[in-house]
């Protein structure tokens, strides 16, 4: 019989879940949801007053409403809540318009912007969305509203799934990229081109060359560094600047890309003081999904919101 | 609001620049442009707006370095019909064209 072939899928980033223990959410006026289905990720977020109540964060499917369905499920898979009992929920991303819970879609620019200026504090002013498929740079008031944008979603170069087209070829898990490209001796010249199909042959040429792999990816991390910080220039960079969506978890890039801009993204924790204190988990990637759900709440604090439910 | 509309490549920047806070939504720029490429509708990018504002239509973002360019010989010699109609001055162009088309 023929042993059964074992293969590892070094992209597969873990999935997430959470519920907030200290929330009553029976005894919350206004529950709102923001479901962000992302063209790699889906997260879907549930608020209680605008405080965090829960979470879900798993990966895009072929198809929109599935994904939402399933990020919904996820987040609410540890508590009795019922997506009936969600007041207004709001997609965004990529797939927003085939939200099949939402009432409302809103363009996840307007909802990073939002979700950032919660999660990281009114001082923020310059936002980098580092999505699946695209980058977007945001300058932000202190309101949370976009005050200039600019987005690249021609190409993937750059982005979370090049890291994971990446991560596959060299067989090492895609968290793992990041510390592994600073255990080099030196550092290597970045990779000459950032589209994801002609980096990755020049990243197999070089394999073949002999080059050490931690060097390869510390040559790739500073290629999607330099790739951004293109980006950045044209818009301008203020502090505090941060940095949203899968890619921030990404040490190699982010020390690389403050080292070429010259400035230091904002640490990653909760702005409010006691969501730190009661340890709550910080996820970049669920910016968009937390503007969302803080949009639902304004809106329905405002009477603005839109009263159907599709599904 | 500054809301750039377009693309960014290896071979430069590709925006139409608009500036939301000048815009008054009279469609002007939409009525002259020969492709048909701007659009007057609500904000996108602010769902507290309530006037409409002028932007790119979505299906064209991608395209707009190939569905301007007629408009553009000889950059700045002509200023696109556009920018020209715009009575508060809120568009622009980047400056990929310049670099293409200026002399």
Partial sequence: ?311 | MIANYGFKDGSGDWYIVFDTDKCNGCGKCAEVCPKKVLEVGPDEFDIFREEPVAAVKPEERKKVRYACAPCKPGYGATPPPCVVACEPGAISHSEGWKILYGR
């Fill in chain 1, 1 to 311: 019989m023929a042993e059964e072939v074992k293969t590892q899928e070094f992209w597969r980033w873990p999935e997430t879940n959470w519920v907030n223990p200290d929330i009553d959410w029976k005894k919350g006026k206004v529950i709102t949801a923001g479901v962000d289905v992302g063209s790699v990720s889906t997260q879907a977020v549930i608020m209680v007053d605008g405080e965090l109540f829960g979470y879900g964060n798993t990966r895009t499917g072929s198809d929109s409403p599935n994904s939402a369905r399933k990020g919904m499920g996820y987040a609410l898979e540890k508590t009795d809540m019922k997506i009936e009992n969600i007041d207004y929920c709001i997609g965004t991303g990529y797939g927003r318009v085939n939200v099949p819970m939402a009432q409302q879609s809103i363009t996840e620019i307007s909802c990073h912007a939002r979700g950032a200026n919660f999660m990281y504090g009114p001082e923020v002013r310059t936002v980098m969305d580092m999505g699946g498929q695209d980058c977007k740079a945001i300058n932000v008031d202190d309101r949370g509203k976009v005050l200039n944008f600019m987005m690249n979603d021609k190409c993937a170069a750059g982005t979370g799934r090049g890291m994971e087209v990446f991560a596959d070829l060299i067989r090492v898990p895609v968290w793992d990229i990041g510390p592994r490209s600073f255990q080099i001796a030196k550092e290597p010249p970045m990779i000459s081109s950032t589209c994801v199909v002609f980096a990755k042959s020049e990243v197999v040429g070089l394999l073949e060359s002999g080059m050490p792999e931690n060097d390869i990816m510390a040559a790739y991390c500073s290629a999607m560094a330099h790739r951004i910080m293109e980006l950045l220039n044209r818009l301008g960079v203020k502090e505090k600047f941060v940095i949203t969506g899968g890619i921030a978890k990404n040490k190699g890039i982010v020390k690389r890309l403050e080292k070429e801009l010259g400035i230091k993204t904002a640490d990653r924790a909760w702005y409010k003081k006691e969501y730190i204190d009661k340890g709550y988990p910080f996820d970049t990637q669920l910016a968009g999904a937390i503007g969302a759900s803080l949009f639902g709440n304004a809106l329905l604090k405002m009477g603005k919101a839109k009263s159907a439910r599709k599904a």
